[in-house]
């Protein structure tokens, strides 16, 4: 579907630039388009958290509401000036005026696409729409499926890339790449069971980090389930973050998934400014159960908290990810309106003794343990 939606845009916007546009008009509206585009994705959250504050009512749908919105009205005022200052046709010639009418009109009708599809994204609709990014029953972060040509992969790419290091704020330089690291996976996992009683957003805020003991090395005598070691992966380490889950939240945040829960990982030593550059998002693979034991979790399995299972305010969980050895945890964010900073990695006397999460965990259906053999979500929709 986001396919054909492609292109039909691509050839609207063709035609429109072929019998009324110009060259030149066509260059502009690209251009146009492109930095609507980054104006939307700079501030849809911001404008998002405000919306929600005088009309909760639209909470599940702010974010794509606010994106649009952006992008609509900048293109807008943007076409408007454009226009006021170049009243003046300019014909480049009836072959360059033909071909590049028709060029402009395809890579418009793609950016157009892009930035629709990134709205579709962040909206509370089932996971299979605007397109199934990924396998419902299994899915591979590191095998994500994609439209055609993947034009949100595209436009998301391209501001991830402006943006690095360029958001700064009190001199602390904040990026994209960092702040939503594989935002297209990010926000299409979170979707994978939001029509499932599981609440793809929080109404408050739902997470929380220790500012010390926070994230330490997993020790080597933490044991599966069944008692075995925990097998070792080439070029990783197995890290547990304690993540305090809030009890007034618990409304929102009581179901989750393993999916819609991620620590972002940036380079070692790359940066004084952690929030600059570019990141990578890992989720985790489990979390400390019974017995002191890791409970190993598929990403599509719900897990509940009870509100019996959290005496104070908070409910403390550690979880594991596997991290990149060149790489430090840097941020942890929770469903899609959730992020906190990562304290800084202990070891040795520093290292906090793990708490085991006792509370109701449940066990996957069949079909969440077995693998798809239908899906293949490194394959492109075509």
């Known amino acids: 579907m986001a396919s054909l939606v492609m292109l039909v845009i691509i050839l609207a916007c063709a035609a429109l630039l072929y019998l009324k546009g110009t060259l030149v008009q066509g260059i502009t509206m690209v251009f146009n388009a492109i930095i609507a585009g980054f104006v939307a994705m700079a501030y849809f959250e911001t404008l998002a958290a405000m919306l929600v504050g005088y009309a909760s009512g639209v909470a599940a749908w702010s974010q794509t509401i606010c994106f649009l919105l952006l992008f609509v009205l900048t293109l807008a005022v943007l076409q408007t000036f454009a226009l006021q200052i170049g009243k003046e046709k300019v014909d480049m010639g009836l072959w360059p005026e033909r071909v590049g009418r028709v060029v402009c009109g395809v890579i418009l009708g793609y950016v157009i696409t892009g930035q629709l599809l990134v709205a579709l994204a962040v909206a509370p609709l089932p996971s299979q729409y605007p397109y199934p990014r990924f396998a419902d029953r299994n899915p591979d972060p590191s095998k994500p499926s994609a439209p055609l040509f993947s034009p949100d992969g595209f436009v998301t790419g391209l501001f991830g890339t402006i943006s690095e290091g360029s958001f700064a704020t009190m001199g602390d330089p904040k990026s994209f790449a960092v702040l939503h690291a594989n935002f297209l996976d990010q926000v299409h996992m979170n979707r994978i069971k939001g029509s499932q009683d599981v609440s793809i957003r929080t109404s408050t805020p739902a997470i929380g980090i220790p500012s010390k003991g926070g994230v330490w090395e997993a020790p080597s005598s933490l044991r599966d389930a ?67 034991r890791l409970e190993e979790k598929t990403l599509t399995e719900i897990i509940t908290i009870q509100s019996a299972d959290v005496p104070d305010n908070v409910k403390e969980i550690d979880f594991a990810f596997y991290v990149p050895s060149n790489m430090v945890p840097t941020l942890v964010q929770f469903k899609q309106n959730n992020v906190a900073r990562v304290s800084a990695i202990v070891s040795g006397e520093d290292t906090p003794e793990a708490l085991p999460f006792e509370g109701a965990a449940p066990t996957a259906t069949p079909d969440e343990r077995t693998p798809d053999t239908d899906t293949t979500p490194d394959d492109q929709e075509m």
């Open 226 to 292: 069944e008692g075995k070691p925990l097998p070792a992966r080439p070029g990783e380490s197995l890290m547990l973050v304690r993540i305090e889950i809030k009890k007034n939240a618990l409304n929102d945040a009581g179901k989750f998934t393993l999916s819609q829960l991620r620590l972002v990982c940036t380079p070692k030593g790359g940066s004084e400014h952690p929030l600059a550059g570019r990141g990578t998002g890992v989720h985790p693979i489990g979390f400390v159960g019974r017995g002191g």
